[in-house]
């Protein structure tokens, strides 16, 4: 028991003081008996304020310490390392949160927020004085990262681990890796085309020897924790053994009888059952769509490396980290919704981003030259009614790029902007400024009151009640109607529920916190990259993407890592095993053993989060959290009360 406690009252430089009385604060709970020691501090964390609390700890021989201050999110790892620096066992320090939680919370009530503080600091007097020290637990780990995920944000996370020395598992589920970045031709703002990154990206990835390309892999199975996860990877052929004659592929891909839908040019073309996208896609080998082939066999009669003998295999790969960076779908839009799939001249911005890439002279659809384009903003985000209620931020750039694009390359082109307001942030209003320049006409409504599209003469008719008109009610009768649709969650991502990923109320994965942990997930060791976490640029991609190898870098990087260990801990002398503990633990932490004869339960330590579900749900009360044991949560109550 520790009788010996230092206690600090942190002003916040007014954060706290302005609406808290610190110094009858520090007058309430210097009278605890436990209290040797009670200051108020301006500025708890800076860095004088820690060599003094240094001082007193050695000079006083403190037992534990109490810091009323701001957010453990921010400051709990600060003065746990001011505790260790004095020689006290980090776990004896306690952290009471009197800024979130009484002065920002009760900002109206000065004498109301003073009286909290003081029951809050009384609360974290009481569970220190019963803290004891503990030794972090310490688990090997496997220096290697799998990253899941081989579009733009994945491969430059598995450069950024494989140049700081780790072993890289890049797992792609496609055949071609570049992800969406790979389908567009000229980029904002570089005006670099995607094939052109995506190769250079490519060639660098070939070049490096601790990393493993997997295409057409697919994870399955999930087991393990942090320092050493297992996968399995289920992978598919691509039914071509060596390396094709280019001449004989042309001819096999030329032959085959089956045509689909082309999902690289998003449906505006056909593709055969045998097929390669485009000469910069890698790796450089065609691929047998084994869903759509007949098995005719006119491919095999031409080129002799087509193998319809090969086998789908799995295989296992243990890894000390997994990145998850499986990127996003563009949002579908329902038939009907602003024309599309009822007017003929309806397509998407994915869908006019190639046609502008495929066409040469002239922008023709559906056998029709195009002039007069109109945009239809927000398609899919911003819903008024629906699940979208956030804005895909790329959208309005991208789409502003475009038309300023297809101006310059096909010469006598309209553009007519339908916006709910443009949001082109930082640099990228210089090209907004740009396409006013250039004549484009913008036009504004309201979120519940949008623009409709109808069909009349063969062409689509675009009618608006313009907010920058007063409302009046204008129409723009168009050769082509674009819908400016945002970023959605992949729907066939299994990746998620396997390794059960939290998501946001967007559906997209969510980190723990979007500043101070932006891509950690609350599964350790899993961190999230890229646009699966939600709508981002490439810039910002290739940021997170950077961030997370980084963070992934961190857990496998040396043999051992260390845990905390506020585990739950289990009485094996009252504990029966009736299984309830097992139902009740969301990460699969608790596991059924015998010891001498007698079925009890085991916490794995090292996926353990100590979130306390299995405590309440014990019907003989063999369970105990460390640091929040019952003795020590009873004493805080008592302090309250």
Avoid at 161 to 179: A, K, M, P
Avoid at 257 to 265: K, L, S
Avoid at 480 to 501: E, W
Wanted: net charge neutral; hydrophobic share 35%; charged share 25%.
């Amino acid at each position: 028991m520790n009788n010996k406690l230092g206690v600090y009252i942190c002003h916040c430089g007014g954060n706290i003081s302005d609406y808290v009385d610190v110094a009858k604060v520090k007058q309430s709970v210097a009278a605890e008996e436990e209290v040797f020691l009670a200051k108020t501090t301006m500025f708890a964390c800076s860095d004088s304020t820690q060599k003094e609390m240094i001082e007193d700890i050695v000079a006083n021989e403190l037992d534990g310490v109490v810091v009323a201050s701001c957010s453990p999110k921010l400051h709990l790892l600060t003065f746990r390392a001011v505790a260790e620096r004095a020689g006290l066992n980090k776990y004896n320090y306690v952290h009471a949160n009197i800024r979130e939680q009484a002065s920002w919370a009760h900002s109206d009530d000065k004498s109301g927020a003073t009286a909290k503080a003081i029951n809050i600091v009384k609360a974290a007097i009481k569970k220190v004085r019963f803290a004891e020290p503990l030794t972090p637990i310490r688990i090997p780990t496997i220096n290697s990262v799998a990253v899941v995920g081989g579009g733009l944000a994945g491969m430059r996370a598995a450069l950024e681990l494989s140049s700081l020395g780790t072993r890289v598992y890049l797992i792609e589920r496609e055949h071609f890796v570049g992800g969406r970045v790979s389908q567009w031709d000229s980029l904002f703002t570089t005006g670099e085309t995607g094939k052109e990154l995506i190769t250079r990206l490519y060639n660098e990835l070939t070049e490096q020897k601790n990393i493993t390309l997997l295409t057409g892999a697919e994870v399955t199975g999930f087991s393990g924790s942090i320092g050493d996860f297992s996968l399995k990877v289920r992978i598919t052929p691509r039914y071509i053994s060596g390396k094709c004659n280019p001449g004989e592929l042309k001819k096999a891909i030329e032959v085959c009888p089956v045509g689909v839908a082309d999902d690289f040019n998003f449906g505006l073309t056909v593709r055969k059952a045998i097929y390669h996208n485009f000469p910069g896609e890698y790796p450089q080998a065609p691929v047998v769509d084994l869903s759509n082939c007949n098995r005719c066999g006119a491919c095999e009669k031409i080129c002799g490396n087509i193998d319809f003998s090969q086998k789908e295999e799995v295989i296992e790969i243990r890894t000390g980290s997994i990145l998850v960076a499986t990127g996003f779908d563009p949002y579908t839009p329902a038939d009907g919704e602003f024309g599309y799939r009822t007017c003929d001249n309806v397509v998407t911005l994915p869908q006019f981003k190639r046609l502008i890439d495929m066409g040469e002279k002239m922008l023709i659809f559906k056998g029709r030259e195009i002039r007069n384009i109109a945009y239809i903003y927000c398609v899919g985000s911003r819903q008024a009614e629906g699940e979208n209620k956030y804005c895909s931020r790329y959208c309005c750039t991208s789409t502003i790029y475009e038309s300023i694009t297809v101006k310059k390359k096909f010469g006598n082109i309209h553009n007519f902007h339908f916006t709910r307001g443009i949001r082109t942030y930082g640099k990228q209003e210089i090209l907004y400024d740009e396409s006013s320049r250039q004549g484009d006409i913008y036009l504004q409504s309201y979120e519940d009151d949008p623009p409709a599209v109808t069909g009349r003469n063969g062409k689509a008719v675009v009618t608006i009640n313009d907010i920058l008109t007063g409302k009046r009610e204008l129409e723009v009768e168009a050769d082509l109607v674009v819908l400016v649709t945002g970023m959605v969650p992949r729907n066939d991502n299994p990746v998620g529920s396997l390794f059960k990923l939290p998501k946001g109320r967007d559906r997209f994965f969510n980190e723990i916190h979007m500043k101070l942990r932006p891509v950690e997930t609350v599964i350790d060791g899993i961190t999230i990259a890229g646009a699966c976490q939600g709508p981002k640029n490439i810039m910002e991609s290739v940021n997170s993407a950077l961030s997370a190898a980084v963070k992934s870098y961190s857990y496998v990087s040396k043999a051992e890592m260390e845990l905390e260990p506020v585990v739950a801990l289990i009485d094996r002398d009252l504990c029966s095993w009736c299984g309830a503990c097992t139902s009740a633990c969301p990460f699969e932490a608790i596991r059924k053993e015998n010891e001498s004869g007698k079925p009890v339960a085991a916490i794995n330590n090292s996926v353990c989060k100590g979130c306390g579900m299995c405590l309440p749900v014990c019907p003989v009360n063999a369970i105990d959290l460390i640091t929040y044991s019952d003795r020590e949560i009873e004493s805080m109550i008592d302090a309250l009360a």
